[in-house]
């Protein structure tokens, strides 16, 4: 049985009912979704071959509960677990709807739980982010422009790759204003403040329109694996030792949003989350140390 990542170029007449039903699932979705649940359906249907099953006919709940199993067993975090069965269950679903299968074998399936309070992604306090953010300035203007797209505006590495020239050349009510199209499709615009609008103009120098940041040497536009290098190159000028990446800096952001008192439905516009609950778990303060209950708690007992 050949993998979803292989379907594509077939006819439907070739394709049996799971590889058909796999390439109607996987339409819906383009981009990084598409790639990433493509080769989710991919491990299934490999480890269907592996075992002698049909990927959608004939599967019953006890089979998508040993695949589960068999990915803990692969060593997989309980999140990756969780993960990786999204475009599993997606599939089993539409292909209920659709008429394929007389039920679904994955609704009832017992996936691992993920407690998902705090966001575990490692971002940079406000004295760690004030450093970035002055030292990516001294590599280049577009490791500055990079580093405040993430760093203050938010901005995802792909969003922050994608930036344009004419992007930011409107004004609104008085704010220049950045237009995007961020995950899932959806617009955005946002305003630029003094200095990100400063670095931005310094990185653009005298172009008029194109890809906003580019690569210093080459001067090619850059793409997300860009984005992560050059973090990564900031971070170490910066003497930050633990691991950055572009989302640590997006992550940055929106906590030192809500540290320096800003509301959450405020950060969650910042953040451009749908859900105010996934804004709430990049909340620090309720793992911050120095404002822990038990120092007011302390300091009340003691009659301090």
């Not at 493509?38 to 599967?59: H, K, M, R, S």
């Not at 394929?100 to 399936?109: G, R, T």
Request: aromatic share 6%; with cysteine.
């Amino acid at each position: 049985m050949s993998a979803p990542t292989t379907l594509l170029p077939f006819q439907p007449a070739t394709m049996s009912s799971a590889q058909l039903a796999a390439v109607s699932y996987l339409a819906r979705y383009s981009g990084r979704t598409h790639s990433l649940y493509a080769y989710q359906l991919g491990q299934w249907f490999a480890w269907c071959e592996t075992n002698a099953l049909d990927p959608l006919v004939g599967i019953q709940r006890a089979h998508v509960e040993l695949y589960i199993r068999g990915l803990g067993d692969r060593g997989l975090m309980d999140s990756s677990v969780v993960t990786m069965m999204h475009a599993v269950r997606g599939y089993f679903r539409f292909a209920h709807i659709d008429g394929l299968i007389p039920s679904d074998p994955a609704v009832y399936v017992r996936l691992p739980k993920v407690h998902r309070d705090e966001s575990r992604t490692q971002g940079l306090d406000r004295l760690e982010l004030i450093r970035f953010l002055q030292v990516a300035q001294t590599i280049s203007v577009h490791h500055g422009a990079l580093a405040y797209l993430l760093g203050i505006n938010a901005l995802r590495a792909s969003e922050a790759a994608a930036v344009r020239i004419e992007d930011y050349a409107d004004t609104l009510r008085g704010y220049r204003v950045l237009h995007l199209v961020g995950k899932g499709n959806k617009p955005a615009t946002m305003p630029l403040t003094v200095p990100v609008l400063r670095v931005l103009e310094a990185c653009r120098g005298q172009r008029t329109s194109g890809p906003l940041i580019l690569r210093p040497v080459s001067g090619k536009p850059i793409d997300r694996r860009d984005a992560y290098r050059m973090v990564a190159r900031i971070a170490k000028a910066a003497g930050i030792p633990r691991h950055i990446s572009p989302h640590s800096l997006r992550h940055a952001a929106i906590t030192n949003a809500l540290d320096a008192g800003v509301p959450l439905r405020d950060a969650q516009i910042l953040a451009r989350h749908a859900d105010p609950r996934t804004t709430e778990h990049y909340d620090r303060a309720r793992g911050n140390l120095d404002r822990h209950g038990v120092h007011f708690l302390t300091a009340y007992v003691a009659g301090v």
